[in-house]
């Protein structure tokens, strides 16, 4: 007798388990929301970090609904729901960041562009400063087409593009100009 009575609890364990059924409704909703994100040139490009998330909830789900863990794959499913559905309104932010960033980098590279070529031009008057003026001047043009490509990629609402363009002729004006700073405060501290 009290052997049955241990195996009651278990037998009623059972039955539950075995009438648990999958919550399908809950995964396919998940997949449909990780399609729509991961189908989205914008969620891709600006909103990766959340396109993984619900990648990697939405795996965790169909492990925990193969192992019929069942409860697991239901919280799993809106976690991977609420992922993607995060990551398609988090692209549209980020993506007019990404815009603003883009534009802000093209004004200061448009600045920047005469300022280096004035102090190019200014420089090559002091004569002891060892300027590397070929080297100075293929500088400023490869910033000149790095920021035609800047904005290009601007004009086609390719942000992120824009932003390594433009960052890469800001660093090149930049380096340039230290150089050409530093040759010329050391040809005027050697007088």
Known sequence: MKRQIWLLPLAIALVLVACAKPPTAEMSAAE????RASGSPDVVAYSPDDLQRAKKALDQMHSEATSRHYDQAKTLASTATTAANAAIASAQTNKERAKAKAQELIAAVK?????????????????????????????????????????GA???????????????????????????????????RKK
């Open 32 to 35: 449909a929301a990780y399609a």
């Open 111 to 151: 600045q920047a562009l005469p300022q280096t070529q004035k102090l190019l031009s200014s420089a090559q008057r002091v004569k002891k400063a060892k300027i590397d003026r070929a080297a100075a001047s293929a500088a400023i043009e490869a910033a000149k087409v790095a920021l035609s490509e800047a904005e």
């Open 154 to 188: 601007l004009g086609q609402g390719d942000y992120l593009k824009a932003i390594d363009r433009a960052s890469a002729a800001q660093k090149a004006l930049a380096d340039t100009q230290s150089e050409i700073s530093a040759a010329v405060q050391a040809a005027t």
